[in-house]
């Protein structure tokens, strides 16, 4: 199968993305590259390489989504950038899934206007694994939606559902509705409303807290974007708080460097499912095609897994059940 990586998306372009497919294609056999971007930007990173040049082709894209660029200044004025043409060839069948570590907006506006929405889907969606003390769980939504009808809530959840079981092995997952409360009256009417509908999903558990989520109550946060997406960036910002916290402590205490040593070590260890790098990237759930955005910081590791991830989700027919499911 072949994954459309934009090779000029994120903060480290060309290098990053293009080392970090080139790293895919030794982790998965199966898998060929499409980079898509300015030919000769593209062709002379790859020349620091070596690579099965049989498994790997360019695409030329001539036009570049800057990050802090508006998503309908991306679609209107470029489209030859490298996210829309990427788009346009998986689209047109070319490529099984596109990635990128470039504007998230645009990604989403772009995959919207150019791959359309799965049959039944109100509106695509963001889900994001997230780190807890029993292992992974998903954030959805992660921040395309930021305000949220009470049958989206239901249709994430299953979208969710489907994730869960075919990307993170979770044969029977739990679904979670963030609230300020457990009761069930707690929350907004749209929060009273969606508690109605979710109850008759299997799995659900009712209203989760805020002190919920890193102890892995669930194994699905339901919740709207802008919630989403700022406990997602919190639960980013969680290793490097730690890790100041724990050097101004040691230092204060005057820990021997051997010791402190040691102990970043086992911080490190211990925190490292809340590395980015090793989610990758995530899929924009309930698009009519495999497209997923990764951090814009995000390193060859990264770029690598999110390439790894898309397919997966290619592999396991991600979309085709997720019709299936909300369609029963």
Do not use: W
Not at 131 to 143: E, F, N, R
Not at 165 to 181: A, F, Q, R, V
Not at 250 to 263: G, H, S
Not at 281 to 297: A, C, R, T
Request: glycine share 8%; proline share 5%.
């Amino acid at each position: 199968m072949k994954i459309a990586v934009d090779a000029v998306g994120g903060d480290h372009y060309p290098e990053y993305p293009v080392q970090g497919a080139i790293e895919a294609l030794v982790k998965n056999p199966s898998v060929e590259i499409l980079l898509v971007g300015p030919e000769d930007i593209v062709k002379k990173e790859l020349e620091k390489h070596d690579y099965d040049a049989s498994r790997v082709s360019v695409l030329h894209a001539p036009e570049i989504v800057d990050m802090d660029e508006s998503a309908s200044s991306a679609l209107k004025k470029k489209p030859s950038s490298s996210i829309s043409l990427g788009l346009k060839a998986h689209k047109e069948n070319v490529c099984s899934a596109f990635v990128s570590a470039g504007n998230t907006g645009a990604l989403l506006a772009v995959s919207m206007f150019t791959l359309g929405k799965l049959d039944g889907v109100i509106r695509p969606t963001i889900a994001a694994p997230y780190p807890t003390i029993k292992g992974m769980s998903l954030l959805i939504d992660a921040g395309a939606n930021l305000e949220l009808k009470p049958e989206m809530y239901e249709q994430f959840a299953k979208m969710a559902v489907i994730f869960c079981k075919e990307i993170l092995g979770n044969p029977e997952p739990t679904i979670g509705l963030m609230n300020i409360g457990e009761e069930t009256e707690k929350g907004t009417e749209t929060h009273k409303e969606a508690f109605r509908l979710l109850s008759s999903l299997k799995g659900f558990k009712g209203n989760i807290e805020g002190k919920d989520i890193l102890f892995g109550k669930t194994d699905i946060y339901l919740t709207d974007g802008f919630t989403g997406n700022t406990l997602l960036k919190f639960g980013e910002s969680i290793p490097e708080v730690l890790k100041h916290i724990l050097s101004e402590t040691m230092k204060r205490e005057k820990v021997p460097e051997e010791l402190q040593k040691k102990i970043y070590e086992l911080i490190s260890i211990s925190l490292s499912t809340f590395n980015y790098e090793e989610v990758g990237g995530v899929p924009f759930l309930g698009v009519n095609g495999i497209s997923l955005v990764g951090h814009g910081g995000s390193s060859p590791l990264a770029i690598c897994n999110m390439v790894l991830n898309a397919a997966q989700c290619v592999e396991n027919e991600v979309n085709r059940k997720i019709v299936a499911s909300l369609n029963q």
